[in-house]
DNA sequence: GTCTATAAACCGATAGAC
DNA sequence: GTCTATCGGTTTATAGAC
């Protein structure tokens, strides 16, 4: 009954969850699959090679944040903030994953992209052509944003954005 | 002339360069040979182990943390803050290689005393026992100013520091 | 100190039976 | 959809000659 293949998002919840825990590099498609309890093979069925099955997982984040930097004008820097910190915070996991194995995004060709979105998110908050004082505290910013949606993750949601979306505010003024 | 054996020195500047450029993981030991003109096992008569050639390049950077964190009275932020940007700027290279490859620490079982590090550098600046907030504005400050080092590091070194400390002082006030 | 040769394990991926 | 069996490649690491 409209589950045609509940093993495909099977396959993707075990092998996020080891991602998450030892990163992508160090995590094998046999510990996916003795996870499940079926065989190597078997994922091959589901999906066409390892970086396929990695794409996949990453995939809904990287079209959100494409999205959230196209379409969007200049605003002011809270509002551009709270709805970043929203974003991350809402594909936390998925952001750690590529928080703690850049290199292997580096081989799946996805380092243009975010560097892409560095320089566009900054360019919304500061306009074209910042200085580079103000580039260094928009680093400040979203950097330390960031890390706090991975070091609270534990904490109530609107406690650490509020607090982190302030600090970083002050930051940016400073 | 007191260099009895500056091959080790030549692998393991070999070594971080690699590990730079493409991750702890990406990098096989043939690869550091073949760049040195030697052969593989003749990197097994320097290093015990893979993992003991890593250990010895993350080692003075470990062990100056680790002394930053312990021999040190609480003072002002704002000295706290320069004296940790001088440390990690210093040694941005390994710094910058242990952000790319955290998944290979966690192999490496250093994963506890870089949290143990984070929460002794907030007792530092925040007291013991601090409240939810202080800790997430001290993680804007502290994660702010390290990816500044990161992102930042083309950059003349006095313009970034003081620049970041500002906006990391800022953020642990708002 | 460095070499050749090789062991032993693991990896991603494919073939083909059921 | 899942299995067994296996291929081809890579890795860390060791043995032993020089």
Chains 1, 2 share one sequence.
């Not at 998002?9 to 309890?37: C, M, P, Y």
């Not at 929203?86 to 998925?94: A, C, P, T």
Request: charged letters at 25%.
């Amino acid at each position: 009954m409209a589950r045609p293949s509940d093993t495909k998002t099977r396959i993707q919840a075990a092998a996020r969850e080891l991602f998450l825990a030892q990163g992508v590099r160090n995590t094998s498609l046999k510990q996916i699959s003795d996870r499940l309890g079926i065989t190597k093979p078997a994922l091959y069925y589901h999906f066409a090679s390892r970086d396929d099955l990695v794409r996949s997982i990453l995939q809904p984040f990287m079209d959100e944040l494409e999205a959230f930097v196209a379409g969007r004008e200049p605003t002011d820097a809270r509002r551009l903030l709270d709805d970043y910190f929203d974003l991350v915070w809402r594909h936390r996991e998925v952001f750690m994953i590529i928080l703690n194995d850049p290199a292997t995004l580096a081989a799946l060709d996805l380092v243009d992209r975010i560097w892409e979105w560095r320089r566009r998110l900054a360019a919304l908050l500061l306009g074209p052509d910042p200085s580079a004082a103000a580039r260094i505290r928009a680093t400040v910013a979203f950097g330390g944003m960031s890390d706090c949606v991975v070091e609270h993750r534990a904490l109530p949601f609107e406690e650490v954005k509020s607090v982190a979306v302030g600090a970083a505010l002050a930051a940016l003024a400073a």
